[in-house]
């Protein structure tokens, strides 16, 4: 009688050891990650990586032949319709050519590197349409990796935009424009319980 009593009583504490672990175990895994958090961190990358531009095929005061609009090396079809939407102007250079200084609009909307093609013109801001995909690929008590694929929007798009010449022209910046809302997008983020960073930012 005395060994099934010990017998029980070690079951319990057995039981309730148990449960303690899962319990610490359960806390763990229930800690939620803030998504806003990540969207904030993803739209601050998005918004210096400058993905929603154009680029300039020259640069400014750089002579081309007058009836540039023929040319292929510098893209003339790129420097026609640039002029055409008003972020451009051509103006007589030497030698019988002309160069290009920016419009009021254009300086409005230049900025730094485009990627991948240099200085251009930027059609508002990248930024997270939504999260599609979550996934933990590294958790430990003092850090957190997440592989997030996303979904993406135009903030303050130009007026130019969805201009056909633009669209022709520019094929990068017309798949980027018909992908709104549609095309995903990948990225790696860090955190080490401060915020979060991001790692790497893809396309695909």
């Not at 609009?105 to 508002?124: N, V």
Request: proline content about 5%; glycine content about 10%; overall charge negative.
């Amino acid at each position: 009688m005395r060994y099934l009593k010990q017998t029980g009583v070690m079951l319990l504490m057995a039981a309730g050891l148990s449960a303690c672990g899962k319990g610490g175990d359960a806390d763990e895994a229930t800690v939620k990650v803030d998504q806003a958090e990540i969207i904030s961190a993803l739209n601050n990358e998005l918004h210096t990586a400058e993905r929603s531009c154009i680029p300039m095929p020259v640069r400014f005061a750089e002579p081309v032949a007058k009836d540039f609009a023929k040319e292929t090396e510098p893209n003339g079809a790129q420097l026609a319709t640039l002029v055409k939407i008003g972020l451009i102007k051509a103006v007589p250079a030497e030698g019988g050519k002309v160069e290009f200084e920016p419009t009021d609009a254009g300086r409005e909307a230049y900025t730094g590197l485009a990627d991948p093609a240099g200085p251009g013109f930027c059609s508002g801001t990248l930024e997270v349409d939504k999260i599609v995909d979550d996934k933990t690929t590294e958790e430990r008590s003092d850090f957190r990796r997440h592989e997030v694929r996303y979904t993406y929007k135009i903030e303050s798009p130009a007026s130019w935009q969805g201009d056909a010449e633009v669209l022709a022209n520019y094929p990068d910046f017309a798949k980027l424009v018909e992908g709104v809302g549609k095309a995903e997008f990948k990225a790696v983020v860090e955190s080490r319980g401060q915020g979060w960073r991001v790692d790497s930012l893809g396309d695909k």
